[in-house]
């Protein structure tokens, strides 16, 4: 048996495209909210968060809604072509309202503006849980590991191939009350998320590919033999205690990095005076520490625990936190020096990220690690929604100079909260080559 790496990596396409718009959205909502529609900082967090507390009730409700779906197209590509088009068009409004609000002010711009917003993240959300289901649809269970592997990479690759085209689009800092388009950078995307719809359309033949699979699961019953184990089987005291403690530690590191960064853009541009495109090149360098610090990671958390390695991924990337606010205090502008540290972020990111949700679901019953996953996806997401907002709101009413210290502190608490788990620290052989990408978001 062995991986259709072609096919996977067409599927893959669809989570090429949604981390294109997420890496996007981050970037430069923020920017349109606070130089344009001039909202403060706590406001402009909270809308920031919506697509968090719409995905809560999104993903579920939507990904059931496609299982039950029956169609000449299969279930998942209705939603993943409804979603995408109805995205696209929505998300081309956003830098039109934003250009014209800039010309010339008028409330229902700004009206205008945020309706459209939540209507694309409302789009976003109809068809995010039918992409993530058709890998393991057209998949076979044994090979799911490394299919997703495949699809974590093409993830990757969609948000660098933003952050790229924003580094080469925006060089320069604009003057002082000059309004930036951003225009083309939004039609780029919306070109990509097309043509990976075009991808997934044409080339993802979904109720063939499903028949194929049924006709494996039927030759192949040993693969697919439901967990003997029953649900509601309370856990000992002892693991309760670890799994309270490692879900603490998830929300805290969430804390410190999702507010780092879903500000970076705009902390970096009155800080350290750059403009947009150098402050992606940034977040492209530690998305690339990332990426190449996957297969080390497993090796090591193979040999030392998973516990271990996380530790040391949040002590690192507290480090770098402090260390870039540091570097604030004695020095004004941004030195090529600093992406040394940004590296170093990725690399501490890729040793926390690889681990915590193995650590999860080691706790529980097979029967049971959908529980535990939602567990895992609600204490990261609710984090969240609650960092842009704090925030938002230190940056707005303190200072600019709080971010990383706050991002730091936060990443600490969970060196220390994770100083407390005691389970789930299975120390399994590493994974090797693609396996190595295979982890939670």
């Not at 409330?107 to 309706?115: N, T, Y």
């Not at 689009?169 to 990509?192: E, T």
């Not at 090797?432 to 978001?441: Q, S, T």
Request: glycine letters at 8%; charged letters at 15%; hydrophobic letters at 50%.
């Amino acid at each position: 048996m062995k991986l259709d790496t072609k096919r996977t990596v067409l599927v893959g396409f669809a989570f090429l495209a949604i981390s294109a718009f997420w890496q996007m959205y981050d970037n430069l909502i923020p920017l349109m909210l606070s130089n344009t529609f001039e909202i403060n900082k706590t406001y402009s967090g909270f809308i920031m968060s919506l697509d968090n507390i719409l995905a809560l009730f999104l993903l579920p409700l939507f990904g059931g809604l496609s299982d039950k779906c029956r169609s000449a197209l299969g279930r998942r590509r209705p939603f993943i072509l409804f979603g995408t088009l109805v995205s696209v068009a929505l998300m081309i409004l956003l830098p039109l309202l934003d250009n014209s609000y800039a010309a010339s002010p008028a409330l229902w711009k700004l009206v205008g503006f945020i309706a459209v917003l939540g209507l694309l993240l409302i789009a976003m959300g109809t068809y995010r849980s039918p992409a993530v289901a058709l890998m393991p649809d057209v998949t076979p269970k044994p090979l799911r590991s490394k299919a997703n592997a495949i699809i974590n990479l093409m993830g990757a690759v969609g948000g660098v191939i933003y952050l790229l085209v924003s580094s080469v689009l925006y060089r320069q800092k604009p003057g002082a009350g000059v309004h930036v388009d951003y225009l083309p950078l939004f039609s780029i995307v919306g070109g990509i998320m097309l043509g990976a719809l075009a991808v997934i359309m044409f080339l993802v033949d979904e109720p063939k590919l499903v028949a194929r699979q049924k006709e494996y699961e039927q030759a192949h019953p040993e693969d697919n033999l439901a967990e003997q184990t029953e649900n509601g089987e309370a856990l000992p005291k002892d693991v309760k205690w670890s799994l309270g403690f490692l879900l603490a530690s998830i929300s805290l590191w969430f804390i410190g990095y999702n507010g780092v960064t879903t500000w970076f853009s705009t902390y970096a541009t009155n800080v350290w005076n750059m403009p947009l495109g150098s402050a992606n090149t940034c977040l492209t360098v530690a998305t690339a520490g990332a990426i190449v610090s996957y297969i080390p990671v497993g090796n090591i958390a193979s040999k030392v625990g998973r516990r271990k390695t996380i530790r040391f991924g949040a002590l690192l990337l507290a480090a770098c936190f402090f260390a870039a606010f540091l570097y604030t205090v004695f020095a004004k502008e941004f030195s090529p020096l600093l992406y040394v540290l940004f590296i170093l972020v990725g690399m501490a990111w890729a040793a926390i990220n690889v681990n915590s949700l193995p650590m999860v679901v080691e706790m529980c019953k097979g029967s049971e690690v959908g529980k535990f996953t939602g567990l895992y996806y609600t204490f990261s997401m609710a984090a969240q929604i609650v960092t842009p907002i704090v925030a938002g709101f230190l940056l707005e009413n303190v200072s600019y100079h709080t971010l990383f210290p706050y991002a730091a502190l936060a990443v600490l608490g969970s060196f220390i909260t994770m100083g407390f788990v005691r389970h789930g620290d299975n120390k399994v052989e590493a994974k090797k080559g693609l396996e190595a990408f295979d982890v939670g978001d």
